[in-house]
């Protein structure tokens, strides 16, 4: 298969049909020397003069015209072929997996905006109380990591900032809950899943005397975070999936400290997919959401 340098070729079709390489240059957003190099340089691998350069204007030569008219239909299939491949992609939902707690708490509040921005855009959520395995299934994932899965590309998206929480009743109730050490005397709420957090941050500022096992454990951490807005407990809290209910009072924070853990909560897609229409825009999305916060 003999094929021309494409560059020039682009060039050499626009340069066909506005017959001025100023306007050409301006179409193509290059110099007017960009074109004319361009256009020499089809000339050469043709062996042929494609315009003619006289007092400041520039006509196809017919060999030029004729070239121009062979190509014409070449150029109509590719136009056709691309407008077809990009509408079947845009047809194509977008399958997003994302961790339930995360989904429920921090995503499906803020994709009205999404939404908002792309009506056309159908897309899939799958939500799990899982790690995700791989993502043979989904085109994009949220899921709590160290940004290092291989073959994908993983952006930070929220840190994982620990804090016990509890409703305001419990916080002004008969039993104190002035300092760490008064969790003794309070019923802990914990998920399953992350059993480990408030033994962490028990640990992380030297409180003893106070069982992290000892108190309720759910399936999942939104139960958990039910649980304390009805006052039944203290949760433990991971920042950016409780910060609407601490700015609306239902839930308070009894004391300063935070525990700042080394996973977060990343946005993750296969390196095959970082062109695709459909994850680049989630993608800057959804970051600007996360720097927003």
């Avoid at 004319?36 to 003069?49: A, D, H, K, N």
């Avoid at 009805?230 to 209910?245: I, K, P, R, T």
């Avoid at 400290?257 to 959804?286: I, K, T």
Wanted: glycine letters at 6%; proline letters at 6%; aromatic letters at 8%.
């Amino acid at each position: 298969m003999k094929l021309p340098p494409l560059n020039p070729l682009r060039v050499f079709e626009s340069a066909s049909h506005t017959l001025s390489f100023t306007q050409t240059a301006r179409e193509l957003h290059v110099t007017t020397g960009a074109v004319s190099r361009q256009i020499r340089v089809l000339e050469e691998f043709l062996g042929m003069r494609l315009f003619e350069r006289a007092s400041g204007e520039v006509r196809l030569t017919p060999a030029g015209r004729e070239y121009r008219d062979d190509l014409s239909g070449a150029f109509e299939r590719i136009s056709q072929a691309t407008t077809k491949a990009l509408s079947r992609n845009r047809d194509k939902p977008l399958h997003v997996w994302c961790q339930m707690t995360f989904a429920m708490r921090w995503l499906l509040p803020r994709m009205a905006e999404f939404h908002a921005r792309h009506p056309d855009r159908d897309a899939v959520f799958t939500t799990s109380l899982k790690q995700l395995d791989n993502l043979s299934d989904a085109d994009v994932a949220i899921c709590i990591g160290h940004g290092d899965w291989p073959g994908v590309i993983a952006h930070r998206l929220v840190d994982i900032e620990l804090l016990p929480v509890c409703s305001p009743a419990l916080l002004a109730g008969p039993v104190p809950l002035r300092e760490p050490a008064d969790l003794a005397r309070h019923t802990l709420l914990q998920s399953s899943a992350r059993p480990d957090y408030w033994g962490r941050w028990l640990d992380a500022h030297g409180v003893e005397g106070v069982d992290p096992a000892h108190g309720l454990t759910f399936e999942n951490v939104t139960l958990a975070y039910q649980a304390a807005l009805q006052g039944m407990g203290v949760a433990m809290g991971q920042y950016a999936l409780v910060a609407e209910d601490l700015a609306a009072g239902r839930l308070v924070a009894p004391f300063a400290g935070r525990l700042v853990l080394d996973s977060a909560f990343y946005l993750v897609y296969p390196e095959r997919l970082q062109n695709d229409a459909h994850v680049r825009d989630f993608r800057d999305w959804v970051m600007a959401q996360a720097r927003a916060d």
